[in-house]
């Protein structure tokens, strides 16, 4: 998972023609070390798809313009618009975030 660190850098990220999954996180989230924990699977088995990070404390912009009021929080965009927002909230667990990709990547 690359990640974004400039506003500019994910302004041209999200306008890819293809989808893209971008997880907004923070380095003092606890949750966000947990999926951190168990994710690289997930990645592996949606490696079709390009994944970024973007911590929402240094690129804050980013996270406002996207109602990322919670973290980690994964957004799949395309084409510059966002298509689909995985709240923390029901980003607990691998199958929650399994079943929001598999929902939302065709």
Not at 16 to 28: G, Q
Not at 32 to 54: G, L, V
Not at 78 to 90: D, F, T, Y
Request: hydrophobic letters at 40%.
């Amino acid at each position: 998972m690359r990640t974004i660190s400039q506003y500019a850098e994910f302004e041209e990220i999200v306008q890819s023609e293809e989808p893209v999954v971008v997880k907004f996180f923070a380095d003092w989230c606890p949750d966000c070390t947990r999926m951190d924990h168990w994710i690289d699977p997930i990645i592996d088995e949606y490696n079709n798809f390009n994944w970024y990070q973007i911590n929402r404390d240094q690129v804050p912009e980013a996270a406002t313009e996207n109602d990322v009021m919670g973290i980690p929080s994964l957004l799949v965009f395309k084409g510059n618009e966002k298509l689909a927002h995985l709240h923390s909230a029901n980003a607990k667990t691998p199958e929650e975030v399994k079943a929001f990709l598999a929902e939302n990547l065709k």
